[in-house]
């Protein structure tokens, strides 16, 4: 564990303050969730990210549309790739500050003309459709479908749609 110098006092009702620079260099936003565990006598805190629990159906979904459609399909939580039918984007890798400003919008998104997405370093150009899973308490993730050579027509909205909702109901039953 890296010491990070700094100290802080627990209020009366139990609470600290991270600093902000930590929660900056951590990618920690205002209104997120942290999971708490115990080990010995260290209180660890970590992301939490809901779609993390679900990652297995998320892959199995993708993998069908990817297996059905001509399409490649990423689908991240709220800072990481979850999934992806792109092979240089792979799980685990950061997704760049445009997709999190979708995510933090809740904003839907259909580029007829050529755009480009970062991933950590990895940058990916083409057509894509993004919508946000929404669920009935957050905005957890994105699904974005790619194509590199065409756009993709508006219609295929509904494929998203039924992706998210399968994603959405899978989660907030649990």
Same mark, same amino acid.
């Given at each position: 564990?890296?010491?990070? $110098?700094?100290?802080? !006092? #627990?209020?009366? &009702?139990?609470?600290?303050? /991270?600093?902000?620079?930590?929660?900056?260099? &951590?990618? #920690?936003?205002? $209104?997120?969730? &942290?999971?708490?565990?115990?080990?010995?006598?260290?209180? /660890?805190?970590? !992301?939490?990210? !809901?779609?993390?629990?679900?990652?297995?159906?998320? !892959?199995? /979904?993708?993998? #069908?549309?990817?297996?059905?459609?001509?399409?490649? #399909?990423?689908?991240?939580?709220?800072d990481k790739v979850l999934y992806s039918g792109v092979k240089s984007i792979v799980a685990g890798q950061d997704i760049g500050e445009k997709l999190i400003k979708y995510i933090h919008n809740r904003e839907s998104v259909s580029k007829s003309s050529l755009e480009t997405y970062t991933f950590k370093e990895e940058s990916l150009t083409g057509y894509f459709l993004i919508l946000p899973i929404i669920s009935s308490i957050d905005c957890l993730g994105l699904i974005l479908l790619y194509q590199e050579e065409s756009s993709i027509p508006e219609y295929q909205f509904d494929l998203l749609k039924l992706l998210s909702n399968i994603i959405i109901s899978k989660i907030d039953i649990a």
């Open positions: 564990m890296k010491s990070t $110098g700094v100290i802080r !006092k #627990i209020d009366e &009702l139990g609470r600290i303050v /991270l600093p902000k620079e930590i929660r900056r260099n &951590l990618g #920690i936003r205002d $209104g997120e969730n &942290l999971e708490i565990f115990v080990e010995n006598d260290h209180i /660890l805190l970590k !992301k939490y990210s !809901k779609m993390q629990d679900y990652s297995e159906i998320v !892959k199995n /979904l993708a993998n #069908i549309v990817d297996n059905t459609y001509n399409f490649k #399909i990423i689908i991240t939580d709220r």
